[in-house]
Structures are given as structure tokens and as C-alpha cells.
């Protein structure tokens, strides 16, 4: 292998985008190749999440890719969740109990359209547009594209192909349908799906709600979120089943049930979306899923990364995220093997495979806790326990929110094993009231570390694997 290497990544998304610019930083010859219009001049994201939460994971891969002080500007930071109950109250529930922890609301769109922008600095670097991966001769790495401008298929070759095409990746496709190799791919759909509102500015330019906070409506069966954007306004995500229960997205088809819906449901919300009908009829419903697959490459030739690998439902916000700390973790491993593709790959998907199956797993939970459990008065407790230990005791004792989100040297395998031990070590102490959160903060941490360590040393005894 030598930096004269043709690389080519399908797909110019978040991920694709961060992977070519730090590899064209490292001096490799890089085409990457978009199936959309360049969006940054044209508006392409129908269907697609507006704003996403940047954490610290994704933070880390801005900086070695020197481009944090560019996203620093596009972020607004939210300390907390702000319930909704359906009579209008509000209720706050900081991510930390420690000063200065915070999650960013941005725009996909600004973070997208910036790295794109850093990345065609690079004269080694060019970006191809309008161009559609159709399939990828894994063998001899020729990718076949329909170029949506001339309306005829192209194809490319290059030394390594990267798939960072997202959950409906083309590369993915090929390796099951070409039958190369044993490719195992699940793809898991829950019963909900998604729909996006706005909350639009005021006449000046303001957030009519606090913009400090992700807004929360949790109602059981389904849920409301909001998060803030710099023009003022908020991103509004109905998240519902297509056809369970007394409300789903395929009875709520007249402008009557869907005000009757939302007087009953989020009638402080109604109040803020002045097109809420018309918005509800014309914007998509998007799907959630689950992607499991392995291998996430083949020999020396091609490998997948990001959504590509291991799409996430969006419910613990770390979906970009996962995707940019693949990017870190890859250049990591690039320091330690560059000359050996397929050595690259290898421990790549073994540094990486187990972390992102964990984050996975933990987003369906997180799915569950948001519309279910942040009203519930014991979720309520254990959530004051940890934010008086996180205040407390800040360089002892981690929510697993806070191991998740706040900590990028902990491996996402390594923050839901602790998190989820600690978790149960909480509940159940407040269930059979072994604890209480009035009791002694230093009592309280002694509690818990003990519990969560005899968890721990059980399912480490029984062998259990998450």
C-alpha cells in the first residue's frame, strides 16, 4: 500500500464526509461519491432528521479532524430533558449532576455541508455528486453508479472501496447478494415510526420555548420531542405506531383527528405549530431500525462503516455520533497497521463490532425510557440518586447517560455494562427500600457501588455476555 492508493467512499453523508477529509488529511488520493445533490445548494432533506445531538464521541473525531472550532458555532447546547405532561406543566431533568455537561442540538444540514467544504479543500480529494451506487464487484472493487445528470451508469475502480452509503448501503447489499463470503445482516424495524414538525420562530427571531433543553412529551405509546434550532424555531419529532392503538399514523388522516390528538395529547405543543395539519399531510413518515451485520468487510478489498455497519434507532442520540467515533477509532488503527489493508480491517471490526452492537441495544432502551419511563415516580428517584452522586462525587460516580455520552475513552460495551448494573442495583434497592434519596450522599455512593460491583461480579460469574 502506498498514499497513491485510489480510495473511494459511496456515500457523503456525516460519516462519509468526516472519513474522506481525514483521509485525504493523511495524504491518500480520495473520490467520494454522493447519490444526492450537493446540499449545500440544494435542500435535500426530506424525510431525513433536521437536527441531530453532538455529543463528546462526536466531538473527539471534530478535533482530529481539526475541525472543531467550525463546529462549535453550528451547536446549541442542552443541558437537560424538559417533560411536557398533557396539561402544559414542565418538568426539568439535567443529563448531569456535574457542571458543564451538555449535549448539542445542530443542524445535518450545516455539519454536513462544513465537512464537505473542508474536505474539497484537499487538491487529493474530489467529490462526485448525483452519482448512485447501483452495486460493488467486491472482487475486483468496481463500483457501478446511475448518474442522475447524463442518465447512464459509470463505473469506478478503486484500490479500497469504503461503504459509508447509511442503513441502505449498496455496498452491504452486494456482499450478501454476490455470495463472496457467510455475511450475516439483520435489519430490525420497530412498530413505530416518525414524523417531523416545526415550531417556528417568533415575529423576532426567538425560541418560543427554552432552547436550553430537549422538549419531551412522553405519553406511553407514543411520544413528542423538540430540539432547538439557530434560526429560532424547533424541530418537532412525532414518534407513533403506524397502526396500534387508538392513535397511529394511519387513522390520523383528517385535519379533525389529528387537532383531536394533539388537544388531547400535547395541547401546549398544538399551540406552537400553526400549521401543524398541513405539515402532518405533506411531510414523510420515516421508518426506525436496526442494522446488525458481520462481516463488515472483505478481505483487503472493501469494508463498511457507519450506518452502513450498524444503523441505530435515534432514541439515545448517538447515531452520528457511533459513526463519527468510527472514524476515530479507524484512524487509531490506521497509526498502528497502515500498509496493511486487510490487518486494518480486521481489527477494526474487532476493536469496533462489540461497541456498536452495544449502542444499538442501549437506543432501544432509551426508547422505552423516553416514552415510558421518564414520568414513572421511581424512574423519577433513581434519576435524583444519580444526580446527587454526579454532583457530589464527579470523578466517582457515572450515570450510564454520563458513561454513554459524556465519556469517549469508555467503550460504549464497557458504559452499558456498568450502566445497566448500576441501573438495576438502584431500582431494585428502591423497590424492597434499601435506599432512599435523602439519605447521606456518602451513604448513598457506598449503596450503589456495592450493589452494582456484586451485579457485576454475578453476571461475571455466570458467564453472561450482552
Known amino acids: 500500500m502506498t498514499k497513491k492508493d485510489n480510495i473511494i467512499i459511496i456515500g457523503a453523508g456525516l460519516c462519509g464526509s468526516l472519513l474522506a477529509l481525514r483521509l485525504a488529511q493523511r495524504g491518500y488520493t480520495i473520490n467520494l461519491y454522493e447519490s444526492r445533490p450537493d446540499l449545500r445548494t440544494t435542500d435535500i432533506s426530506a424525510g431525513r432528521s433536521i437536527n441531530l445531538a ?6 473527539k473525531a471534530m478535533r482530529l479532524a481539526g475541525v472543531e472550532d467550525k463546529v462549535k458555532p453550528l451547536c446549541i447546547p442542552m443541558y437537560g430533558r424538559l417533560m411536557h405532561d398533557n396539561k402544559g406543566n414542565t418538568f426539568p431533568s439535567n443529563y448531569s449532576g456535574r457542571e458543564g455537561e451538555y449535549i448539542n442540538s445542530i443542524s445535518r444540514g450545516d455539519l454536513n455541508g462544513m465537512l464537505l467544504t473542508e474536505a474539497e479543500k484537499h487538491k487529493n480529494l474530489q467529490i462526485h455528486f448525483n452519482k448512485e451506487c447501483e452495486h460493488v464487484d467486491i472482487e475486483n472493487n468496481i463500483a457501478t453508479f446511475y448518474d442522475h445528470e447524463t442518465k447512464t451508469k459509470i463505473e469506478a475502480k478503486g484500490d479500497v472501496i469504503f461503504g459509508t452509503d447509511g442503513a441502505g448501503s449498496a455496498l452491504r447489499k452486494s456482499y450478501y447478494l454476490e455470495r463472496k463470503f457467510l455475511f450475516s445482516y439483520a435489519q430490525n424495524y420497530l412498530t413505530h415510526g416518525y414524523k417531523e414538525l416545526e415550531i417556528p420562530a417568533s415575529k423576532d427571531g426567538k425560541h418560543l420555548i427554552s432552547k436550553d433543553y430537549l422538549h419531551i412529551w412522553p405519553r406511553g405509546e407514543y411520544m413528542l420531542i423538540a430540539l432547538p434550532n439557530l434560526d429560532g424555531s424547533f424541530t418537532v419529532t412525532l414518534f407513533l405506531s403506524y397502526e396500534e392503538g387508538e392513535y397511529n399514523f394511519k387513522n390520523l388522516t383528517s385535519e379533525k383527528t389529528i387537532k383531536e390528538f394533539f388537544q388531547a395529547q400535547f395541547p401546549d405543543a398544538l399551540t406552537l405549530i400553526p400549521n401543524i395539519v398541513e405539515e402532518f399531510a405533506n411531510n414523510p413518515t420515516g421508518a426506525l431500525g436496526t442494522v446488525k451485520c458481520s462481516p463488515w468487510h472483505y478481505q483487503n478489498k472493501n469494508v463498511l462503516m457507519g450506518d452502513a455497519a450498524h444503523a441505530i434507532v435515534p432514541f439515545y ?8 467515533e468510527d472514524v476515530s477509532v479507524f484512524d487509531a488503527i490506521l497509526d498502528k497497521h497502515e500498509g496493511d489493508w486487510e490487518t486494518v480491517f480486521k481489527v477494526y471490526e474487532k ?22 419511563h421518564v414520568a414513572n415516580p421511581i424512574f423519577k428517584e433513581k434519576r435524583s440518586i444519580e444526580m446527587t452522586l454526579e454532583k457530589q462525587f464527579p470523578k466517582e460516580y457515572f ?15 464497557d458504559a452499558m455494562k456498568k450502566g445497566r448494573a448500576q441501573d438495576k442495583a438502584i431500582l431494585n434497592m428502591l423497590a424492597d427500600k434499601e435506599i432512599n434519596p435523602q439519605e447521606a450522599p456518602e451513604v448513598l455512593l457506598k449503596k450503589v457501588q456495592q450493589a452494582t460491583e456484586a451485579i457485576l461480579e454475578d453476571d ?3 458467564g453472561l455476555q450482552y
Do not use: C
Not at 453532538?54 to 466531538?59: I, M, N, Q, V
Not at 463490532?353 to 415510558?372: G, P, V
Not at 454520563?402 to 460495551?413: A, G, K, W
Open 399 to 413: 450515570s450510564k447517560y454520563s458513561l454513554v455520552t459524556f465519556h469517549e475513552d469508555i467503550p460504549y460495551l
Open 460 to 462: 461475571r460469574i455466570a
Open 54 to 59: 453532538l455529543s463528546d464521541r462526536g466531538l
Open 317 to 324: 442520540g448517538q447515531g452520528m455520533n457511533a459513526s463519527f
Open 351 to 372: 476493536t469496533r463490532k462489540a461497541d456498536a452492537d452495544a449502542i444499538a441495544d442501549l437506543a432501544i432502551d432509551n426508547y422505552y425510557e423516553m416514552r415510558d
